[in-house]
């Protein structure tokens, strides 16, 4: 079973930037798909940013042109490039990882407050 830990959030003002890891207690070339989610208070969880193992990628419509989703296979770490950044964007993000035929995978969140 894959452990995924994420780390790299922290308080930010607007218009700055951030770049969270999800670093993977074992290999990910056999994850089909890994996300990340943001949950802000009182909100679901939504999709942020998916990619597939292909290197197929996808994003929520407001963070299109200013996040950034990446995989390094190699380090076994899912990376999410936050540019621009804005107070809407505060949440806990979780980094998600699918492994078609088993029970998806769930790190434990890192807070990102954007705020002046």
């Known amino acids: 079973q894959v452990l995924l830990v994420e780390s790299g959030g922290g308080l930010v003002q607007p218009g700055g930037s951030l770049r969270l890891s999800c670093a993977a207690s074992?290999?990910?070339?056999?994850?089909?798909?890994m996300n990340w989610y943001r949950q802000a208070p009182g909100k679901q969880r939504e999709l942020v940013a998916g990619?597939?193992?292909?290197?197929?990628?996808n994003y929520l419509d407001s963070v299109k042109g200013r996040f950034t989703i990446s995989r390094d296979n190699a380090k076994n770490t899912l990376f999410l490039q936050m540019n621009s950044l804005k107070p809407e964007d505060t949440a806990v993000y979780f980094c998600?990882?699918?492994?078609?035929?088993?029970?998806?995978?769930w790190g434990q969140g890192t807070q990102v407050t954007v705020s002046s």
């Open positions: 990619i597939t193992n292909g290197g197929i990628t």
């Open positions: 074992g290999s990910i070339i056999s994850i089909n798909v």
């Open positions: 998600n990882a699918i492994k078609y035929g088993g029970p998806p995978r």
